[in-house]
């Protein structure tokens, strides 16, 4: 249940209320709440308003009422997703195109309890999230004529700018990129990064630097080939795990500022000549990915 708070409605008497009514939803089922509103009713008249405009009600309609279900989950693999899928299709697990490996919504239990998970056989990653780094190695593994100057993968340099929680930065080591260098500019963050990298069983192939992504710059003046810049958003496409975002008013002028000058920096002053950026953002809002 996701709704606006007013602080003059955060007393005692209505935690009490909103208690209650979770209690009673718990116990006669979801339908109930379904059949009593809107998927209109979880997202912000502003938000309804942008998505309204850029992709027509009848599609934010079906993209709203995809929020309302639980979502599964997606992992992915560092080698063999055939066989993770394998491995738990008792929790209803199904190989993607594209090597992601989905178990079916409230078949797989604690995340920490699924087989392979202290092994470091697979991360949690959205398919949709899992795609930036796949089409950087694809446009890396591709002919020379395809790719140009830019070497193979093993001789290859790349950063993953923004990087934690390393969901990507795990996927361009499993790429076989010769050399891996994730920024993160937040202390917890590259903590939590670290930890799941050492997890994976990949730490040693990766150089976290703890730095600010607008200001870094490879050190020595060397050769960046590639860098993945996952651009500080509104988030709107994470609204199945996180409906708190559907009360945002989408990209701000903030945001895109950041975006902007993150993209500008790649380009000028860390990527080498002929190197290639792949940028993204996890953001349902047009201003952010066009």
């Not at 599964?72 to 993770?84: E, F, H, K, N, V």
């Not at 963050?189 to 069983?201: I, K, P, T, V």
């Amino acid at each position: 249940l996701a709704a606006p708070v007013s602080d003059q409605l955060c007393s005692e008497a209505m935690i009490k209320f909103v208690n209650f009514v979770l209690r009673e939803i718990s116990r006669r089922g979801p339908d109930v709440l379904l059949a009593a509103t809107s998927p209109r009713d979880n997202v912000s008249p502003a938000l309804a308003a942008a998505w309204d405009t850029t992709y027509g009600p009848d599609a934010t309609d079906a993209l709203l009422a995809q929020f309302v279900h639980e979502p599964p989950l997606d992992l992915s693999a560092a080698s063999d997703p055939a066989g993770l899928a394998a491995s738990l299709a008792d929790r209803g697990a199904a190989a993607l195109p594209g090597g992601t490996v989905r178990l079916a919504p409230g078949r797989y239990g604690p995340v920490p309890r699924l087989p392979g998970y202290e092994s470091g056989t697979w991360w949690v990653q959205g398919a949709a999230a899992a795609l930036p780094a796949r089409i950087l190695a694809a446009y890396f593994g591709a002919d020379r004529a395809t790719r140009g100057a830019l070497p193979t993968p093993a001789d290859a340099h790349v950063v993953d700018l923004c990087a934690a929680p390393g969901g990507k930065t795990a996927q361009l080591v499993a790429a076989g990129f010769g050399r891996v260098t994730a920024v993160e500019r937040s202390d917890r963050r590259s903590r939590r990064l670290a930890e799941n990298l050492a997890r994976l069983r990949m730490a040693d192939g990766v150089d976290v630097v703890v730095g600010d992504g607008g200001t870094w710059t490879p050190p020595d003046n060397g050769t960046v080939h590639a860098v993945l810049l996952d651009a500080p958003c509104s988030a709107t496409g994470t609204a199945a795990r996180r409906p708190d975002v559907l009360w945002g008013s989408g990209a701000t002028d903030e945001l895109l500022h950041t975006q902007r000058t993150l993209s500008r920096h790649c380009l000028t002053n860390v990527l080498g000549a002929g190197g290639c950026l792949v940028y993204a953002t996890c953001s349902l809002q047009r201003e952010e990915g066009e």
